[in-house]
């Protein structure tokens, strides 16, 4: 249930989240150096006050000499324009309880944990921690490698499917802010059931590739027809296929709602860059549950997707 490689899937951001170079082959420790220390090669208004230009580097965002190109340059931007979104969440988190746990499901090269951490969890010096889910064993490995490297000592990666960490005992039982960004299918699924599970204050998602209600769409299709005029709506395949997914995630937003989450929905970047940019926020305020739990009924029982009660499930799980 990881993520999907991004040149096929992704689009360009995911590309971006994707590119972590090989660890280098030296075993010493990286050089401290940061973005106030800068070469003129690069502009010193494009990389953050803090910013690891070896960390930089070994993303492939920064050549080896210090240079960046201005493909590089657009999709730095386009990191920190997520990482302003993720940093208020994180300081919500730290300002009410001290040190937070993050954990980043269908992480790839866990190029987002790796920019977190370096502009946010590594001041902190405390027992913060970001923990990286993935799937491919050969990317955790990889990742664990750089942070050791890095001396990143509050990272650690599982090589886990997002459904087995809700019951994995390598993760604590409860979790501050959950991310999923390209998390393909129900694997985004799957990331909101452990969200709920850990009790997580903040969640970020990313969906793609959500399949699965268009395929319950396309099966009841026929029987739709005869009885729904809202049928028309995915009657033809691709709108089956672009309803489905529109639906996935206005369920996704009822079933958070129902657990008692204040939720945002934005577009993560511009629809020049990828498709797949739909950025969900859910905060934890214990809202009422009833309006949008019923809501959801009614919109599974109206598009006649019954039967997927149990993904979107709105009551605790035992």
């Known amino acids: 249930m990881g993520s999907q490689p991004a040149g096929r899937e992704f689009g360009k951001l995911s590309a971006l989240l994707s590119r972590l170079a090989m660890p280098a082959k030296s075993p010493k420790p990286a050089k401290t150096t940061t973005a106030s220390a800068a070469s003129a090669q690069t502009d010193p208004n494009d990389i953050r006050p803090g910013q690891s230009l070896e960390l930089l580097k070994a993303l492939h965002i920064l050549t080896r000499d210090g240079k960046m190109n201005q ?3 657009r999709k730095l931007k386009q990191v920190y ?4 979104f993720i940093e208020p969440l994180l300081q919500d988190v730290k300002d009410a309880r001290g040190s937070l746990s993050l954990v ?4 790839g090269k866990s190029y ?3 920019i977190l951490y370096d502009l946010f969890f590594k001041a902190l010096q405390d027992d913060s921690h ?13 990742s664990q490698e750089l942070a050791q490297r890095l001396g990143f000592g509050g990272m650690s990666f599982l090589n886990l499917s997002v459904a087995d960490s809700i019951t994995s005992p390598a993760l604590p039982e409860t979790v501050d802010v959950v991310t999923a960004l390209h998390a393909c299918n129900t694997a985004t699924d799957d990331a909101i059931r452990f969200a709920l599970a850990k009790q997580a204050r903040h969640i970020v998602l990313v ?38 997914s529109q639906v996935t995630n206005v369920l996704r937003c009822l079933q958070l709602e129902a657990h008692g989450y204040q939720v945002s929905v934005t577009e ?6 990828s498709m797949k940019n739909e950025l969900i926020i859910a905060q934890y305020k214990d809202l009422p549950r009833r309006r949008p739990a019923e809501r959801l009924e009614n919109v599974l029982d109206t598009l006649g997707l019954q039967e997927m009660r149990e993904r979107f499930f709105t009551a605790p799980q035992v």
């Open 71 to 73: 493909d590089s340059r």
């Open 81 to 84: 324009h997520l990482f302003q």
């Open 104 to 107: 980043d499901h269908g992480a």
């Open 112 to 114: 987002l944990g790796f």
């Open 130 to 142: 970001i923990f990286g889910i993935e799937t491919r064993e050969e990317l955790v490995a990889t």
């Open 207 to 244: 969906p793609c590739c959500q399949a699965e209600v268009a395929a319950v769409l396309r099966k009841n299709k026929g029987v739709q027809l005869a009885g729904n005029p809202l049928t028309e709506i995915w009657r033809h395949p691709i709108h089956t296929r672009e309803f489905g």
């Open 268 to 273: 993560l970047v511009g629809w020049e860059h």
